[in-house]
């Protein structure tokens, strides 16, 4: 009986491998039926060292390079054409004033887009990401107008207007480059790394403290002529002109008291 179970078994035992084999290669079969790749997200390579750490450092040089190379192009000099906003007319003042403030409350208005833009966004990295090529052209355009002209309108009388003191010849042209810097920095967050934010961050920085620095010089000159200060080229003059008027107004005063006594 024993002999004959296992003559059985023998025989039965091709049968049973085959039938394994089939399963195998059926399961073999469907695997290669499947698209493996459905699915999968391909991560870019890591960026190098020289990109997303050079080219900030590299931007922020480009900043100095640009000021050094127009400190020797155009070496300071007390200029032979002085402006004076005090004997413009009146009009002109009045434009100039309104011109100044409205540029710096297009300057709050960008300011608090941009807040926007990161509570909508979260990043400056995604904000940029999401931009199309043709909007990123666009958005690049249009700053480099605004920024260019909102510094012309304010740098040029400002500068002309203290144009005695050569550190104040420097605030006109470090807050321009400072703006171009910063436009050039959003290509570099938008296709290289989001370290160029800290380029952003800090040309903002720079650019807003210098135009806040010239708009609040012209408004006090502009708009209150009576506040004096060294830094003014004419304030000998001016004070003296306070002075006289002073004492005019006194002995009228002392006059018209001597004719009508109490």
């Known amino acids: 009986m024993r002999a004959l179970v296992l003559a059985l078994l023998l025989a039965l035992s091709p049968v049973v491998a085959s039938a394994q084999e089939a399963d195998t290669s059926s399961e073999i079969n469907l695997l290669d039926d499947l698209d493996l790749t459905e699915g999968v997200v391909e991560v870019p390579p890591e ?31 007390v200029s032979e054409e ?35 833009q990161l509570q909508l966004y979260g990043t400056t ?12 052209i666009a958005f690049t355009h249009a700053h480099l107008f605004g920024f260019t002209t909102s510094f012309l ?16 010849q420097w605030i006109f042209p470090v807050g ?5 810097i910063d436009v050039m920095s959003w290509w570099g967050i938008k296709y290289i790394s989001p370290n160029f934010d800290y380029v952003t961050m800090g040309c903002g920085i720079v650019f807003s403290l210098s135009y806040l620095y010239m708009l609040l010089g ?24 306070i002075r006289k008027k002073r004492r005019l107004r006194d002995l009228l005063r002392r006059e018209s008291q001597e004719v009508h006594p109490e």
Request: aromatic share 14%; net charge positive; with cysteine.
């Open 47 to 77: 960026k190098s060292k020289w990109l997303t750490v050079g080219g900030p450092v590299g931007l922020a040089l480009l900043a100095l390079l640009i000021l050094l190379f127009f400190k020797w192009a155009v070496p300071f000099a």
């Open 82 to 116: 002085s402006l004076n906003l005090h004997h413009y007319p009146t009009g002109v003042k009045r434009g100039l004033a309104m011109t100044v403030v409205f540029f710096g409350i297009a300057f709050c208005f960008g300011a608090s887009e941009i807040w926007y």
């Open 125 to 136: 990295e995604e904000y940029f990401r999401q931009m199309s090529l043709g909007k990123m």
């Open 153 to 168: 309108i304010i740098g040029v009388p400002f500068s002309m207007q203290f144009n005695h003191i050569p550190i104040y």
């Open 176 to 180: 321009l480059t400072a703006s171009i």
């Open 218 to 241: 012209i408004l006090r000159v502009l708009l209150l002529p009576n506040v004096i200060l060294a830094s003014d080229k004419d304030a000998a003059e001016r004070t003296e002109k």
